[in-house]
């Protein structure tokens, strides 16, 4: 009789040998891999260095590089990424700051909803040109450029001798720490756009996520005119990668709307369970998945405004740069503390607007 660990070698996880690792989250989706200016790949949210306000940051475009044109650096007035901040768990009031690049120049826009239709950036608010800070009416800062990338980790453990590790059944604990300081990151460069948002704007407690999209002519059969597609979506650290388990179910969370995240629980808890229970981290692994697809659902991060953020177990709290993130998604996966022995990156960030070091 096959024993429960047994069984569960023969849940499929993630089929990934051929996506190349490039940021917290990348190439997630076909869109992604086929306009990269729109993909997404880290969200961070914290204190700022100004007094009463909040930092955002959204980073974007692995292949960013300061050789590279403005178009495919930043894409054009047909492709946009949103900062969506909830003001309640449910995502019923909020605001969405929306934001489109054109010939060196960036455009900020206002919806007055955590969660507007696809197409919708909302109003225009400022614009201003790239890597210079931008002051707008509201109160608001807003930078953007080509940056060192801040995000560590070892994507090649990861996503090779992890996954083969668990695919047949087996656990090794050494894996990240039999191959120390092997960054993926380390001279990665990223696209940015870096958002000071007064704190009397957000209240006391937000809920927030990223997402991207293009319009696009042709993507699906009948269509041959241009209609808005959602390129991917994020929130907390590489959520689609570790729990979507087929590129179809990656697909799904990226075009989907948040409110509709729980129909991709039962991912999250099969693959939490298959990790915790190969572990032994977990004397009862079915029902640490459900806590832990309970914090990850829907793939939105909390944030107390003002608070100190820290993207730590067992409290998460928005996210800082100072965070060793792709621990914190190890732990949450695997059920305890479990290293990835990269270090941050503090050389490529400071402790003022903007923070983010501009890339050679």
């Known amino acids: 009789m096959l024993s429960k660990i047994q069984k569960l070698r023969y849940i499929p996880l993630l089929a990934l040998g051929f996506i190349i690792l490039t940021a917290g989250h990348h190439f997630e ?28 940051i959204v980073d974007f475009n692995p292949q960013a590089s300061t050789d590279s044109t403005f178009y495919k650096n930043f894409g054009d007035k047909n492709g946009y990424r949103q900062l969506h901040i909830g003001f309640d768990e449910n995502m019923d009031r909020g605001i969405s700051f929306g934001f489109s690049f054109s010939n060196n120049n960036i455009r900020i826009y206002a919806a007055p909803s955590p969660n507007p ?14 890597n210079e800070t931008i002051h707008l009416k509201n109160g608001m800062r807003v930078w953007a450029g080509i940056v060192k990338d801040p995000f560590n980790g070892n994507g090649e453990a990861l ?20 191959d120390k300081g092997n960054d993926l990151f380390k001279t990665a460069k990223i696209a940015t756009i870096v958002v000071d948002v007064p704190n009397e704007m957000l209240g006391n407690k937000i809920y927030y996520h990223a997402s991207s999209a293009a319009k696009i002519k042709g993507t699906e059969k009948g269509h041959d005119h241009a209609h808005w597609h959602r390129v991917n979506r994020i929130g907390h650290v590489l959520l689609p990668h570790l729990y979507m388990e087929t590129q179809g179910d990656r697909d799904k969370q990226n075009a989907g709307n948040i409110l509709d995240d729980d129909e991709r629980r039962e991912n999250c808890i099969r693959v939490i369970e298959t990790y915790a229970s190969l572990s032994k981290s977990q004397s009862d692994p079915k029902a640490y998945a459900k806590k832990m697809a309970e914090l990850l659902l829907p793939d939105y991060v909390p944030y107390i405004v003002g608070t100190p953020a820290s993207y730590t177990m067992p409290v998460i709290n928005g996210r800082n740069l100072t965070d060793n993130a792709m621990d914190t998604a190890l732990e949450i996966l695997v059920g305890k503390p479990f290293p990835n022995y990269t270090d941050v990156k503090t050389a490529n960030f400071t402790d003022s607007f903007p923070y983010l070091v501009s890339a050679d």
């Open 159 to 178: 996503y090779g001798k992890l996954k083969a590790t668990v695919e047949k059944g087996e656990w090794d604990e050494t894996v990240f720490s039999s």
């Open 117 to 130: 239709q696809l197409g919708d950036k909302g109003k225009r608010i400022g614009k201003g040109t790239i």
């Open 29 to 56: 989706t076909e869109l992604a891999q086929k306009y990269p200016m729109y993909d997404l790949t880290d969200v961070y949210c914290f204190p700022s260095s100004n007094e009463g306000m909040t930092t955002f």
